[in-house]
């Protein structure tokens, strides 16, 4: 293969990974720091900038997972390093929980006239609680869905992934690990299978009428249905088109309120601006973080403004929705509304049909699946049997890691392509070179 040429947009590996100063650092945080967190590799972050990645022994790496599909903007955007900064001299904290500041209203704002440009929502109004993450942006809406209904059961779906706070926990049911050791969770949880058309033609819909509401939960202490519009962490898995707007017909039926889990999936990522306008689908909650700050720790917990009528005390913050957090969110949408989203479908056309062409090179391609800039490539032991390839999926990731392209997994055999909203066509290339060679290498 043709050598690369190494610009600023691309990676360049300088040490052995892990090198020096990274390995210290490794050795000091093994001594320190709490061993429950899941590291995919050995990367030591000193710097970043748009879509790359420097390491603290002087390694670039192009960042194709976004700090977990956080940095939609790319890192260190500079408008949203000046609004940081710009805040940081005005106002750090005052607590909206007692005070009242500008940028409360203001990004809320922001968010109800997303939902009326996305699709038609009718008009409706909106109104947001704002938290310090995705895990308490689902529990806001889990306590707003009971409290609203005055009904306690959820149903929520296998592979999915919502948190890890007891109530967000209870949702989550992506890997054993998540949930080992920690019950008994919030009761009154039902789960039942996403719908994976790679996988299985199960009719979930007949399942959850037909058997669930017909054994094992009453429909009418249901009060809520969670669902990621889009799984993220369960393999990047997209419904049936015409699924989501059967779930909405049956959950209507029952009056059982749709809770949207956009944690992963909004603020651009797949293109429009929350991954259920892809679909006729019209959720009454919607959990938003992620990327939706740029990295800084925002929650926002989005509702139909006659369902969040919970009372003064019901729910609060005391750090929720910071002026910095919040200040750094409205850049984030200016600049995502300005350009990249509309990028991220450009650079979703971009890579997909390329993706899909290197299943005719490797056999353990099985299925390339997503919209816009989150993307599912899974991988299999045989195409025909679709055996999940899991070893062989973690050494791929392992493999791009070495030639300076970080990816992650997703689910038990799928890579998921998760990069900043901002990356463009050459970087695009590289990575889908990369991959391909990392693949080639760990099956010769
Ligand atoms: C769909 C979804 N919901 C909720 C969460 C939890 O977010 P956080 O880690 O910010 O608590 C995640 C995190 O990966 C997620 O992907």
Redesign the pocket.
Known sequence: MAAKVISDKLPKIVTALPGPKAKAVIDSDKRYISPSYTRSCPLVVKSAQGAIVEDVDGNRFLDFNAG??VCSTGHCHPDVVRAIQKQAETLIHMSGTDFYYEHMPKLAAELESLMQEGKAQDGKQWRCFFGN??????EAALKLARYHTGRWQFIAFQSS????TMG?LSLTSSKLAQRKGFGPLVPGVTHIPYPNVYRSSFNVLEYLEDVVFKTTVNPDEVAAIVI?PIQ??GGYIVPPPDFLSSLEKLARKHGILLIA?E???GMGRTGKMFAFEHFDFHPDII?I??GIASGMPL?VTMARADIMNWKPGAHASTFGGNPVCLAAALETVRVLREKYVANAARMGEFLKPRLEKLMSKHASIGDVRGKGLMLGIEIVRDRNTKEPAPQLRDAIIEECFRRGVLILGAGPSTIRLSPPLMIDEEQAQFAVDTFSDALSKVTD
């Open positions: 977990i599909a993450s995705g895990t308490e942006a689902i992934f919502h948190g890890r967000a990621e993220g962490e889990d944690v992963q999936s959990a973080a992620k929650g």
